[in-house]
Structures are given as C-alpha cells and as structure tokens.
C-alpha cells in the first residue's frame, strides 16, 4: 500500500526558512506525482506545488512561485518542498498527496482520501 508522511513543519519567523519532507513507502514504480497542499484556518485546501517523477513536470501556484521549490530524492523515496522567504500568509497546514494526474493539483477535493498524508503544521510569525 502506497503511504505519505510530511514531516518538517515548525514555527518560524518572517523571512526564514523550513524545508517539508514528503517520505514514500509502498511504491514500486517510478512513476508517480505527488503535489503539496496547505490549509490554512477558515480557508479551502490549495494546490502549492506538484512533480511529475518520471517526465520532471513541475507546478507552481503564483503565491509561491519564486519562493518555493519542489524536488524528489534518488537514495530515498522522498519529495521535499523547500520554502524560503516565508509569510505569516503562508501559515497552514502543508499536506502532500498522491496525483492522479498533475490537473489534480488544481483540484484537491478531486483526490481520494486514502491518498493524503496526515499533514504537518506550518506557522510563520511576524
């Protein structure tokens, strides 16, 4: 059975830096994508960033393009999502999923349940 844990949130402050780890267990194939999400209190889940394993295809969403940057691990199955200078906005819970396909990172509620991670916290202060 395929299964994700993040790991890697904490509080920082303004301007600093954290990066998530999406750790991978149950694959037995190469490809595979995987998006990032946050949830942030009282808003909807939204696509962050996602990566196609076998083509390099990668998504960025405008709030954090420039910022962010995904990328995949070839001694660990594990995808990171490095995330520079942060924003008390960028507060939220940060989930990774599998993608059925690299449109579903524009459409989180299209994502089977059985195919997220249980998240890690996010908090970014002024």
């Known amino acids: 059975e395929m299964q994700l844990v993040e790991s890697g949130g904490d509080l920082v402050q303004a301007g600093g830096s954290l990066r998530l780890t999406c750790s991978l267990s149950?694959?037995?194939?190469?490809?595979?994508?995987i998006g990032w999400f946050r949830q942030a209190p009282g808003k909807k889940r939204e696509g962050v960033s996602g990566?196609?394993?076998?083509?390099?295809?990668?998504y960025y969403s405008d709030d954090v393009k420039g910022r962010f940057t995904i990328s995949t691990a070839n001694a660990k199955d594990a995808v990171y999502l490095q995330m520079n200078s942060l924003k008390p906005e960028d507060t939220g819970v940060y989930y990774c999923?599998?993608?059925?396909?690299?449109?579903?990172?524009?459409?989180?509620?299209?994502?089977?349940?059985?195919?997220w991670g249980q998240g890690t916290q996010v908090t970014v202060s002024s």
């Open positions: 990566i196609e394993k076998w083509s390099g295809v990668i």
């Open positions: 999923a599998i993608l059925h396909n690299m449109a579903a990172v524009y459409a989180p509620s299209t994502i089977s349940p059985d195919r």
């Open positions: 149950g694959f037995t194939t190469d490809d595979y994508a």
